[in-house]
């Protein structure tokens, strides 16, 4: 096809030979198949801020790291450079987490860089070449849907022992190839520590996952990971391939309310009478 302009730059560096075809246009990012020497790789363009829905992104920015204090200053007041920094910033954390992941044995797509904006990766195929289908296109057996929901379970713990949470883990951002299900689209990626959001992101990452598998595998639904998985983290005591259960029993032992307003009344006449005159 003919090459699109945001691909020009790579394709005059000699980094990639020829767009085949654009998988996919979407809301953040438009998505292509180029060819690189005798090699299919997928090329992913991000869009511009502006056409992007910018506000909904503190949540995720928060607790990433900056350089420096001056930049963190500029981010913050979302003048010009700031808004330049975040943008660099934003086209540069998906490929970080790639990175860091694929380290961490993540079943992610192989990164080779991001060049003028635009991440190069490999190309998730299916056993045969075609592009691995998304997760919700792909009909499986209950064992299936037990198997692969455990699997991912247990992705998102090495995700988590690498720092990081999806933030937008679903059926749609799980390619399936030959092999089982590849983690995609990390650019909102969270920070585990110094993110006030993080244990609400993990835990929403977690039911997603939970109700694709449970609608081929319905006693899944009863699965309680989230908790688990968080209150490891949190005390430290959570590593690539501790054991979990699924089962996480909350705090049972309800406030004694009456008790609390007794304190507060005793506290009150207490200090009446130390006022009162005497
Ligand atoms: N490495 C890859 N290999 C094969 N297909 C891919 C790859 N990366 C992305 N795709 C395809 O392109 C689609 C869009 O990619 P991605 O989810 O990363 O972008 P996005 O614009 O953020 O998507 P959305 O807004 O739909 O979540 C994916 O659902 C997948 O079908
Ligand atoms: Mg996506």
């Given at each position: 096809m003919k090459i699109p302009k945001s691909l020009q730059p790579l394709v005059d560096d000699g980094?990639?030979?020829?767009?085949?075809?654009?998988l996919k246009s979407g809301k953040e990012a438009s998505v292509y198949i180029v060819a690189c020497g005798d090699r299919l790789r997928c090329a992913k363009v991000y869009k511009q801020a502006q056409h992007r829905g910018?506000?909904?992104l503190a949540e995720y920015q928060e607790g990433r790291k900056v350089r420096g204090s001056r930049d963190a200053r500029a981010m913050g007041r979302r003048g010009r450079h700031g808004r330049e920094l975040l943008e660099t910033q934003w086209k540069s954390a998906e490929v970080d987490a790639l990175y860091r992941l694929a380290e961490a044995g993540v079943r992610v797509p192989v990164p080779h860089g991001v060049f003028d904006g635009v991440l190069l990766m490999e190309l998730v195929q299916d056993a045969d070449g075609h592009t691995a289908p998304q997760l919700h296109e792909v009909e499986m057996t209950p064992a299936q849907a037990r198997e692969w929901h455990t699997f991912m379970i247990r992705q998102i713990q090495r995700m988590l022992c690498a720092g990081?949470?999806?933030?937008?883990?679903s059926e749609y951002n799980v390619l399936v190839d030959a092999i089982g299900p590849v983690i995609i689209d990390l650019p909102?990626?969270?920070?585990?520590?110094?993110?006030?959001n993080a244990f609400r992101m993990l835990e929403r990452d977690v039911d997603n996952m939970r109700t694709t598998f449970g609608r081929a595998a319905?006693?899944?639904?009863?699965?309680?990971y989230a908790h688990e998985i968080w209150n490891l983290f949190k005390t430290g005591n959570l590593k690539p391939d501790t054991p979990l259960t699924g089962h996480f029993v909350h705090e049972?032992?309800?406030?004694?309310v009456n008790a609390v307003m007794d304190q507060i009344e005793e506290a009150r006449l207490e200090n009446e009478a130390r006022l009162r005159p005497s």
């Open positions: 980094l990639v030979d020829g767009v085949v075809t654009q910018f506000h909904k990081l949470i999806h933030g937008d883990l909102q990626a969270v920070n585990a520590s110094g993110n006030n319905p006693e899944l639904l009863e699965t309680q049972s032992a309800e406030a004694d």
